[in-house]
C-alpha cells in the first residue's frame, strides 16, 4: 500500500519542486503550485496512517503555510476572470465608469501585492527548509508499519474520506455560513485526490462508486468563487466616492446577482 501511495504523492511533491524556478521570477507564475500542493496535502490527510505520524505533521503545517502564501495570488486571478465575465453580460446602462477599469487596477493592485510577498518568502529560510524536506520525502518516505499492507488496503482509506465527505454535506442547508461550504470543499477535494491516489489498486467500478460522491465538487467550487466575488463587490460598494461617481449601483447589481447565484448553489448542494 506505501507504494501506491507514494507513487501518487511522489508526483506532486516532484510538481512542487519544478515550480519554484518559476515562482523566483519576477513574473511570479505559481501554476502548477497551488494545485499540487493541495494534493500533496490530500494524500498526507487521507493517508497519514502509512506514514510516520511525526513527519506527515510537520510537512503538512508546511504545506498549508505554503498554501496560504499562495491562496492571494490565485483569488487575485479568479476575480479579475469573474468580475471580467460579469462586466461582459451585464447591459451598458447598468455599467457606469469608471467601475470596469476600477475592478482592473484593484485587482492588479491585490495580485502585485501577493506576488511581492510571495517573491520575499521563496527567498527566504523557511522555503527552503520545506523544499529539503520535499527532497527527503521524495527519496526516502518515511513509511509506518502500515505501509506494508496489500496495495487494494487503500481502498479503506478513500471510504473514510468519501464517508467524511457525506456527513459534511448531511450537516449543510441553505442558510449555513460559507465557512461550512468551505469546509465540504475541502472534503470533496480530498475524496477526489484519493480516488487518483488509488487507481491501479481498487477496481475501476469500486472507484466509479467512490467518485460519484466527488461530482459535487464543481458545484462546491463554483460556490467558493460566487462567495470570493460577492465579499469583494461588497466591498468595492462601501467606499466612499466622488459626488456623480455612480460605479457603486453596478457593483450593486453585480452583488446581489452573486448573492442570488451562490443561493442556487446552496440549495443543489443542499438537495443533493
Given at each position: 500500500?506505501?507504494r501506491?501511495v507514494?507513487?501518487?504523492l511522489?508526483?506532486?511533491?516532484?510538481?512542487?519542486?519544478?515550480?519554484?524556478?518559476?515562482?523566483?521570477?519576477?513574473?511570479?507564475?505559481?501554476?502548477?503550485?497551488?494545485?499540487?500542493?493541495?494534493?500533496?496535502?490530500?494524500?498526507l490527510?487521507?493517508?497519514?496512517?502509512?506514514?510516520?505520524?511525526?513527519?506527515?505533521?510537520?510537512?503538512?503545517?508546511?504545506?498549508?503555510?505554503?498554501?496560504?502564501?499562495?491562496?492571494?495570488?490565485?483569488e487575485?486571478?479568479?476575480?479579475?476572470?469573474?468580475?471580467?465575465?460579469?462586466?461582459?453580460?451585464?447591459?451598458?446602462?447598468?455599467?457606469?465608469?469608471?467601475?470596469?477599469?476600477?475592478?482592473?487596477?484593484?485587482?492588479?493592485?491585490?495580485?502585485?501585492?501577493?506576488?511581492?510577498?510571495?517573491?520575499?518568502?521563496?527567498?527566504?529560510?523557511?522555503?527552503e527548509?520545506l523544499?529539503?524536506?520535499?527532497?527527503?520525502?521524495?527519496?526516502?518516505?518515511?513509511?509506518?508499519?502500515?505501509?506494508?499492507?496489500?496495495?487494494?488496503?487503500?481502498?479503506?482509506?478513500?471510504?473514510?474520506?468519501?464517508?467524511?465527505?457525506?456527513?459534511?454535506?448531511?450537516?449543510?442547508?441553505?442558510?449555513?455560513?460559507?465557512e461550512?461550504?468551505?469546509a465540504?470543499?475541502?472534503?470533496?477535494e480530498?475524496?477526489?485526490?484519493?480516488?487518483?491516489?488509488?487507481?491501479?489498486?481498487?477496481?475501476?467500478?469500486?472507484?466509479?462508486?467512490?467518485?460519484?460522491g466527488a461530482?459535487?465538487?464543481?458545484?462546491?467550487?463554483?460556490?467558493?468563487?460566487?462567495?470570493?466575488?460577492?465579499?469583494?463587490?461588497?466591498?468595492?460598494?462601501?467606499?466612499?466616492?466622488?459626488?456623480?461617481?455612480?460605479?457603486?449601483?453596478?457593483?450593486?447589481?453585480?452583488?446581489?446577482?452573486?448573492?442570488?447565484?451562490?443561493?442556487?448553489?446552496?440549495?443543489?448542494?443542499?438537495?443533493?
Amino acid at each position: 500500500m506505501g507504494r501506491q501511495v507514494a507513487a501518487y504523492l511522489d508526483v506532486q511533491l516532484d510538481a512542487i519542486l519544478r515550480a519554484d524556478a518559476a515562482l523566483r521570477s519576477p513574473t511570479t507564475v505559481i501554476q502548477p503550485a497551488p494545485k499540487a500542493v493541495r494534493r500533496a496535502h490530500s494524500t498526507l490527510s487521507v493517508f497519514a496512517k502509512i506514514f510516520l505520524p511525526q513527519r506527515v505533521q510537520a510537512l503538512r503545517a508546511e504545506l498549508d503555510w505554503f498554501a496560504a502564501l499562495l491562496s492571494p495570488v490565485v483569488e487575485a486571478g479568479v476575480l479579475a476572470d469573474r468580475m471580467a465575465e460579469g462586466l461582459v453580460r451585464l447591459p451598458k446602462e447598468l455599467t457606469f465608469s469608471p467601475a470596469p477599469i476600477h475592478v482592473q487596477l484593484v485587482l492588479e493592485e491585490q495580485k502585485s501585492v501577493a506576488r511581492q510577498r510571495l517573491l520575499e518568502v521563496v527567498q527566504g529560510e523557511r522555503y527552503e527548509a520545506l523544499l529539503q524536506d520535499v527532497e527527503r520525502w521524495r527519496a526516502t518516505p518515511p513509511f509506518s508499519d502500515r505501509a506494508k499492507r496489500p496495495a487494494g488496503r487503500v481502498k479503506g482509506h478513500v471510504e473514510k474520506a468519501h464517508d467524511q465527505f457525506r456527513r459534511g454535506l448531511k450537516g449543510l442547508s441553505t442558510d449555513a455560513p460559507a465557512e461550512r461550504f468551505g469546509a465540504a470543499l475541502r472534503d470533496a477535494e480530498r475524496l477526489r485526490d484519493a480516488v487518483e491516489a488509488s487507481v491501479g489498486a481498487v477496481s475501476v467500478h469500486r472507484l466509479a462508486g467512490l467518485q460519484a460522491g466527488a461530482e459535487l465538487y464543481e458545484l462546491l467550487r463554483e460556490h467558493r468563487v460566487s462567495a470570493l466575488a460577492a465579499h469583494f463587490l461588497g466591498t468595492l460598494g462601501a467606499e466612499s466616492r466622488p459626488e456623480g461617481d455612480l460605479s457603486g449601483f453596478t457593483y450593486g447589481v453585480l452583488l446581489e446577482r452573486e448573492l442570488r447565484h451562490a443561493r442556487e448553489i446552496r440549495q443543489r448542494i443542499v438537495a443533493s
